[in-house]
């Protein structure tokens, strides 16, 4: 899902950065100082939680778990993701420098998207009803992500059509997978600490 | 940091802390930001495969200078390479040009081989570049360095705090996960195994939330107020401007070969 340095043309790389700076000015301002350590804290379980691999089929997928970023932080999941991106790139070498703007936005706005469609919904109503639109929120923040990173390569030219197109199909499993889990993440969340959602709808 | 990834290994600084790391780890960390993200720009706007690979042996050569383990280095610059290979692959086969051959009837071009190794040759030197200068700051000097360098205070406690709780929240995930295993739990393709995985996801989330609420109290205890309280105070000496002018020249040399 990182997209690398060197592969996408200038105005995209520059348009992303644009946006993934606006996007971040405007998560930032939402974090007054009570919430700073919340969304440190999170930043920092959504980058372990990357790193859990589950099975499927023969193979195995790493989460993303935007959708559920987005829904817990809103649009403090902009630059919680942004410093996420930056540590992987800067000590473990994955996705790169002057992407990291593009890559910033094809997974944080999906976040915020997912937050702002379906945040109200999942602290509404019983534990099940929520964590069926959490379920909902996690599979469209991911396929929201696959979309951008097939738009962005893309913009950048015809011959990445193809290699847009498998990014897509490719990650329908994962859509599904993340769909569970973040449903499965509401729904225990919802019975175990329900103000979370109902405040984290409001915030 | 790097032991998240791999349960032995260390940081690629940590790992070497007994030797003295190289020339890099003396330049001020301000510069070494500064010039990765000048010689990243550099090389995405180079256009030739001479010029990059120009850029990719600067990128090695900074590589021996750091004294970073090479072997180990290379291998996490490849695992970047494993994500890419898929699109690098079909690049040749969706890219219109002169046939090279085909495969099932699907012509391959000179002109799309060209353009995956141009693609492949800049993420790896940028990735280089950016783990040799930056990659083998402490993640707190970063943290700092990018204080320095003007980034919003707000950003820089985000980072400064999930480096921190990296290391506590990982923890605390294995902790729930050889409680999951003490009790039989082998992963699979089957909805227990999701349904676990999605407890254990809400329950990490939750139980992080609860841990912040801590942290605030203590903190506020303390009289946190918002300011970044700096430990380390970085000056710049006649070896930073050496280094940076050395980059700078390079990354013009690059410039040059490029057009030439």
Known sequence: ?????????????????????????????????????????????????????????????????????????????????????????????????????????????????????????IGRGSPVHGAIWGGIGGAFAIAA?????????????????????????????????????????VLLARKVKPELFVKGASA | MAHVLEPQAKTLAEAEQDAPYGLIADIDPRVRIVMACVFAVVTVALGSVPGLLAALSIAIGLLLLSRLPIRRTLKRMAMMDGFIIFMLV?????????????????????????????????????????????????????????????????????????????????????????????RGFRPGTNWHTYRSFGYLVGMMMVRAIERSERILGAMKCRGFSGRLMLLQEFSMSRRDHVFAALLGAACIGLLIVDFA
């Open chain 1, 1 to 121: 899902m990182h997209i690398v340095d060197g592969a996408l043309s200038n105005p995209v790389v520059i348009g992303g950065a644009v946006a993934a700076v606006g996007g971040i000015a405007i998560g930032l301002r939402s974090l007054d100082l009570d919430r700073i350590p919340t969304a440190g804290v999170l930043s920092a379980s959504f980058f372990v939680a990357s790193l859990i691999h589950v099975p499927i089929g023969p193979s195995s997928v790493h989460l993303i778990l935007n959708g559920l970023a987005g829904l817990l932080l809103g649009w403090a999941a902009f630059p919680a993701l942004f410093v996420g991106l930056l540590l992987q790139a800067v000590f473990f070498g994955f996705g790169g420098l002057t992407v990291l703007g593009v890559n910033t936005v094809n997974i944080a706005l999906p976040a915020v998207l997912a937050w702002m469609i379906f945040g109200g919904l």
């Open chain 1, 145 to 185: 992500t696959t979309g951008f990173v097939a738009i962005s390569l893309a913009l950048s030219g015809d011959e990445f059509l193809p290699a847009a197109k498998l990014v897509f199909f490719a990650h329908i499993p994962v859509m599904v997978i993340e769909a569970v889990l973040t449903g499965f993440a």
């Open chain 2, 90 to 182: 079909l690049m040749p086969f969706s890219m219109p040009g002169d046939v090279m051959f085909t495969v099932f009837g699907f012509p391959a071009s000179w002109q799309g081989l060209w353009k995956a190794f141009e693609i492949a040759l800049t993420a790896n030197a940028v990735i280089l570049t950016l783990m040799v200068l930056v990659g083998t700051m402490e993640p707190v000097t970063l943290g700092h360095a990018l204080h320095r360098l003007r980034c919003p205070e707000v950003l820089v406690h985000l980072m400064m705090f999930t480096i921190r709780y990296i290391e506590v929240l990982r923890e605390e995930y294995l902790r729930l996960r050889s409680a999951m295993k003490i």
